[in-house]
């Protein structure tokens, strides 16, 4: 695994990138305070700022200002409207958006450029705009790491195949592409973690949708198998590590041992499996998967074998002992 990034910080201008398109964002003025650093992954309505209450005033959040906050500010005349907005401005505030592509006051326009401010507008209603800037901050500043290996949606569950270079973790995310699931990212899998422990796994942009394969070199699984054998992201719910086959290992003979395996200090369930000649490691990834999804269902098929075998064993030694007791 490499180091773990955290990011600290998100510069305005990256809410003008390709990848933030969705929020539709233009600037109004205020440009060369694009740099300006955005240091929480939280927006703020100034709601009680604008009253001359500056208390919860964060300036390392982005303003939203709806239809409330701008009806406010063109209640007062223009003399008050400078003094509002004079003494919010003097609290460096790192960036102004207005929704619904509302028309801002004079005064806030010449404050913004007048200090740097960068002033946004988006035709996005405010609750729209509220979600998707906190959900595209929340993934721009979620921890992350890197880790080889092949992950792919096996059945709806996405499963983590890493293992030594060379043991097939390519051959065997192949034969499985092959037998209908789909590729999320092969060699480099990008992790972030979300909210709620939420581990989502994807590709670097460069090699999506390509794997190597020794012996056939680069192949883009998209365009030979076509887009339904492709996802961009997917949420890691199960680990599988490929193991060369040692006759000093000790192996779990019952599946009743648990593994995890720590990401971002989340811990994933991890199988254990050994790898030798004769034994077909793309069918057993794919009824690890499936014997997975049945444990989440509540249905652990080795300790109800090893139940059903000792309440078996205990039947048997109930009638022994009332066959001996018999006269």
């Not at 398109?21 to 100034?46: D, H, M, N, W, Y």
């Not at 880790?147 to 059945?155: E, K, Q, V, W, Y």
């Amino acid at each position: 695994m490499e180091k773990v990034s955290d990011k600290n910080s998100v510069k305005v201008i990256e809410l003008l990138s390709p990848r933030a398109s969705a929020l539709k964002l233009k600037v109004i003025t205020g440009k060369k305070g694009l740099s300006k650093e955005i240091k929480v992954p939280r927006i703020q309505k100034p709601g009680l700022a604008l009253s001359g209450f500056f208390n919860y005033l964060h300036s390392d959040r982005i303003q939203i200002l709806g239809k409330s906050e701008l009806s406010f500010l063109r209640s007062h005349n223009r003399t008050k409207q400078r003094e509002i907005i004079e003494n919010i401005c003097l609290h460096h505030i790192t960036c102004f958006i207005i929704s619904n592509n509302r028309k801002p006051p004079a005064e806030l326009e010449n404050q913004a450029s007048k200090r740097g401010i960068p002033l946004l507008k988006t035709s996005l209603p405010t609750a729209d705009v509220i979600d998707k800037i906190t959900a595209f901050l929340g993934d721009l500043f979620a921890p992350s790491t890197v880790i080889h290996g092949a992950l792919l949606d096996i059945n709806g569950l996405g499963t983590l195949i890493i293992g030594t270079s060379g043991i097939g973790k390519s051959e065997c995310a192949l034969e499985l592409i092959a037998k209908g699931h789909r590729l999320v990212s092969d060699d480099v899998v990008e992790i972030k973690r979300l909210e709620g422990n939420v581990l989502l796994g994807s590709g670097p942009e460069l090699i999506r949708h390509h794997m190597e394969i020794r012996g056939l070199g680069v192949i883009n699984i998209k365009d030979l198998f076509g887009v339904a054998f492709i996802m961009d992201s997917k949420e890691i719910g199960l680990m599988i590590k490929l193991e060369r086959w040692s006759r000093e290992a000790a192996y779990d003979r019952l599946g009743l041992e648990e593994y995890t395996y720590k990401i971002l200090d989340v811990e994933v369930p991890l199988i254990r499996m050994p790898v030798a000649p004769g034994r077909n490691i793309s069918m057993l990834v794919e009824v690890a998967s499936r014997h997975h999804l049945l444990k989440l269902k509540g249905h652990f098929s080795a300790r109800e074998f090893v139940k059903n075998v000792g309440e078996k064993i205990r039947a048997n030694t109930r009638k022994e002992e009332k066959k001996s007791q018999e006269p």
